[in-house]
């Protein structure tokens, strides 16, 4: 695992360092290893960070927003962007300010509902793709952990309903919607193979209901979930793999426009999350490490249930008359500073030595980590932010 140096050198402890060279390097290969007919769309939702948005930004098609909040923040940092609103919950203030963006290019419609909602509201055309809920059966998504279709779920619509939103669409009343195609987003850690099936059988899915209508349906978003692997951090998802099977895809659907929004599997490898051991600890036959901050930052072991993969920085420097707790070649499980038992980071992890002031750094914690923690609880402070800039060197000036 390759870690930034500038995270020893740290003073203000915990810390969360963005490498966002990394991070725009990492993105200009996933963009290369895609067909032109895919565009890549960036779910905020996995991390809303003004300074990554803009990193990503040129880099990706546009950014795929779930929720007002979103909707303003993602637009007042990358005004130019194209933005797609999804959402399974749209309030009709929601509906309302963004019927107000232009930068708003497509709607992901997740109900009868909200199309009435939506047809009410617009003032202007509005272009939709109904979210549809589609079994994908052949066992895609057994044993995915964050399943959000082939089964009962809030997300989308079921393909039983999608021929009544259909029927309305041919109405005067929704005249200002132009459905331009089928959004389906089902799971999330699918690694390339399974991604792929998925996106054949939304396609293919697609593809039936537009023919069975006389429709011409030619965008097809298949959503995000590509994995990333908390156990082998140096492992990414298999883009090349993924884009070639696009590319046939496409191959057999010559007027299809594909799209993606990936979260994770973007930003997860960007983020790290840098503290220090305050105390360790042997208990009842465990050794444990607790450090300076803990879930309330970095909530994504806790949620999953996993530990977060770290690297010790050893620090020889012990400034203290008492002995130095520590413990050698042992599993420790690595806690943070909550009153709680699910305060924990990593369980049982093999350390070859670990003492208190010792500095941990947690990897993967670009997705899903801080935005997604619960920071007020036990009025600990916040860590400080660190952004690593794109070390591009700028082209040379012209001579005088
Ligand atoms: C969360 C979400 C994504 C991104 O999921 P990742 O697993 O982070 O890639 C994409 N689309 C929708 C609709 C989502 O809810």
Redesign the pocket.
């Known amino acids: 695992m390759s870690v930034p140096a500038t995270a020893a050198a740290l003073t203000e402890l915990p810390a969360y360092l963005y490498d966002l060279a990394a991070l725009r390097a990492h993105a200009r290969r996933v963009r290369a290893a895609l067909p032109d007919r895919v565009e890549l769309y960036y779910?905020a939702?996995?991390n809303p960070e003004a300074p990554v948005l803009a990193a990503l930004h040129g880099l990706v098609d546009g950014y795929?927003v779930?929720s007002g909040g979103e909707l303003a923040h993602v637009h007042a940092t990358v005004p130019d962007a194209p933005l797609a609103f999804?959402?399974p919950g749209k309030s009709p203030e929601e509906i309302a300010a963004a019927l107000r963006l232009p930068a708003v290019r497509r709607w992901?419609v997740e109900s009868e509902r909200e199309l009435h909602a939506l047809a009410a509201a617009a003032d202007r055309p509005v272009d939709v793709l109904l979210?549809v809920n589609l079994p994908v059966g052949g066992g895609a998504l057994d044993g995915v952990a964050?399943a959000?279709g082939g089964r009962p779920t809030p997300?989308g619509m079921d393909p039983g309903q999608v021929a009544r939103c259909l029927a309305l669409l041919a109405t005067p009343a929704f005249a200002r919607l132009r459905l331009r195609g089928i959004?389906a987003?089902l799971a999330?850690?699918l690694p390339a193979a399974e991604q792929l099936r998925v996106a054949e059988r939304i396609v293919g899915w697609s593809a039936g209901l537009a023919a069975r209508h006389g429709l011409a349906l030619d965008e097809v978003n298949v959503?995000?979930?590509?994995a990333v692997d908390y156990e082998d951090p140096d492992a990414r998802f298999d883009w090349p793999r993924f884009g070639r099977g696009l590319a046939e895809l496409l191959a057999r659907h010559p007027s299809l426009t594909l799209r993606i929004?990936?979260?994770?599997?973007?930003t997860a490898h960007c983020g790290w999350y840098a503290t220090e051991v305050l105390d360790v600890k042997h208990s009842h036959g465990e050794d444990f490490a607790v450090v300076r901050g803990g879930t309330h930052h970095l909530r994504t072991p806790a949620t999953r249930g996993h530990s977060q993969p770290f690297t010790v920085l050893p620090v020889d420097h012990w400034p203290h008359p008492w002995p130095r707790p520590g413990v050698t070649d042992s599993p420790v499980t690595v806690c943070g500073q909550l009153c709680t038992p699910k305060d924990v980071l990593a369980s049982r992890a093999p350390v070859p030595a670990l003492r208190a002031g010792d500095r941990l750094l947690f990897a993967m914690a670009g997705?899903?980590a801080w935005n997604i923690s619960h920071h007020e609880f036990l009025m600990h402070p916040r860590p400080a932010f660190h952004y690593l800039a794109d070390r591009t060197p700028d082209p040379p000036a012209e001579a005088p």
């Open positions: 779910a939702k996995a795929e779930s999804g959402g992901h979210r964050l959000m997300f959004h987003h999330s850690g959503g995000g979930g590509m929004e990936p979260g994770r599997a973007l997705a899903y």
